[in-house]
């Protein structure tokens, strides 16, 4: 089945996360309504400020403490691309080659790393009626993020050639 648009070519832009942008580009090929490529992350470390809570408790009180912690996360430079075009509709999936790490640092404690294998995030969005640009929402499923879904909102502009 032929699509009306063809993203093959070069994509450059951004996401969101944590409120900041963070330059990505994006190289695919495209056969029919299937494309595969390789995205670059301009950005490979991020750095925020977190309040973090957990429970307690003593003799049957709940008791919530909160924690400020400043949070490193270094992420792989590229990633494989995989994905989907159907009428106007984008899904693909990123794919980071190499491992994540993170380091958080709480005051008065040592610093506790945690280093992963590179994760998934899906992408999802709509081409524009030119077909030169791809926006809409990325999310990292909760099973790579410790149970908390990450999601926000992500714009790609096609390069000029």
């Known amino acids: ?9 070069t994509w450059e832009g951004h996401f969101v996360q944590n409120g900041r942008r963070h330059a990505i580009s994006m190289r695919v090929v495209q056969r029919g309504q299937s494309f ?3 995205m670059r992350d301009a950005d490979t470390l ?9 429970a307690g408790g003593d003799q049957g009180k709940d008791i919530e403490m909160v924690a400020e912690a400043e949070v ?3 992420l792989p430079e590229h990633s494989s691309i995989e994905g989907e075009v159907e009428k106007r509709l984008v899904t693909f999936v990123k794919r980071y080659q190499g491992k994540t790490s993170t380091s958080i640092w709480m005051e008065g404690k040592a610093a506790i790393t945690v280093e992963v294998p590179g994760h ?6 709509m081409v524009s009626l030119d077909g ?4 809409g ?3 990292i499923p909760p099973q790579h993020t410790a149970g ?10 096609r390069a000029a050639t």
Do not use: C
């Not at 030169?132 to 926006?135: E, F, L, P, S």
């Open 72 to 74: 490193l996360s270094s």
């Open 132 to 135: 030169n640009t791809i926006a």
């Open 120 to 125: 998934d995030v899906h992408y999802r969005g």
């Open 36 to 38: 595969v490529g390789v």
């Open 1 to 9: 089945m032929k699509t009306a648009f063809d993203l093959t070519g």
């Open 46 to 54: 991020m750095v925020s400020h977190e309040r973090l809570h957990t």
């Open 137 to 139: 929402m990325w999310r």
């Open 148 to 157: 908390e879904l990450l999601r926000d909102r992500f714009e790609l502009q």
